[in-house]
């Protein structure tokens, strides 16, 4: 894609009036199995806060080059950096969804109603990784 074609989406992600709406919607279509509230959280750091927020860093970017005995705004920068963390984090957690969540729940009860305590054991390891192995992104 070249820098015309980037700028129009820019601009037409600028212009819309129903951003936040947007994202929601869009992220609930793209994990529907995600609790709202992840999916709510997700659009704000995207698109109700994170777009001004680049916006404001880019602008800031072009400020400087205009006046370079100004610094970069720290606050402007860390705003974005903000943002741009939380939506690593929920990339993330947003494909595990509450349908994985409660399948290993219900094979851990059947197992347990069983007296299988070594297959949900096995299963509590299972769902265990999928929480415990999900570090913060490194952004260092």
Not at 14 to 25: I, N, W, Y
Not at 47 to 54: E, K, R, S
Not at 62 to 86: K, V
Not at 119 to 136: I, Q
Request: proline fraction near 6%; hydrophobic fraction near 40%.
């Amino acid at each position: 894609m070249n820098t015309p074609e980037k700028l129009d989406l820019i601009r037409a992600l600028c212009e819309r009036t129903d951003l936040s709406l947007a994202g929601r919607q869009a992220f609930r279509q793209a994990h529907p199995d995600a609790p709202p509230e992840m999916t709510d959280t997700a659009a704000f750091h995207v698109y109700t806060d994170g777009v001004g927020a680049a916006i404001d860093w880019l602008a800031d970017a072009e400020r400087f080059l205009r006046d370079p005995t100004r610094p970069l705004d720290y606050g402007c920068t860390w705003h974005l950096i903000y943002h741009l963390y939380n939506w690593l984090q929920f990339t993330a957690l947003l494909p595990v969804g509450r349908t994985g969540l409660l399948g290993k729940l219900a094979e851990i009860r059947k197992s347990l109603d069983e007296g299988d305590t070594e297959s949900a054991k096995e299963e509590l390891s299972d769902l265990e990784s999928l929480f415990g192995d999900r570090a913060p992104p490194n952004i260092a």
